[in-house]
Nanobody, 124 residues
């Protein structure tokens, strides 16, 4: 059984930083596409960042230059480093595991496994 467990969320002031972690169990993700999504109240779930099987990355425009997705195969963990956080980054953040793909997957429907989410709140 595949399980994804996010951690690292919390309350931070604008301009601050957080690092989210997503530990996978039941499956090694060495060939899978991995994504970070977020969902604020009343909005649809949107992709924040994604990394393909070959390591290509995608970032949504609003986080480019501030967020970095990375993975540690030895720990079977993916990270989302978030810097210069803004109040509009406030949301529940989810990690997701998708199929093997040469390009990053950006649609929620392309992912098969999801974590439970971690809350990120950025105060102004």
């Amino acid at each position: 059984q595949v399980q994804l467990a996010e951690s690292g969320g919390g309350l931070v002031q604008a301009g601050g930083s957080l690092r989210l972690s997503c530990a996978a169990s039941g499956r090694t993700f060495s060939t899978d596409c991995i994504g970070w999504f977020r969902q604020a109240p009343g909005t649809e779930r949107e992709v924040v960042a994604s990394i393909s099987s070959l390591g290509s990355t995608y970032y949504t425009t609003s986080v480019k230059g501030r967020f970095t997705i990375s993975r540690d195969f030895a720990k079977n963990t993916v990270y989302l480093e978030m810097n210069n956080l803004k109040p509009e980054d406030t949301a529940v953040y989810y990690c997701a595991l998708g199929r093997s793909a040469l390009r990053p997957l950006v649609i929620p429907g392309a992912y098969n496994y999801w974590g439970q989410g971690t809350q990120v709140t950025v105060s102004s």
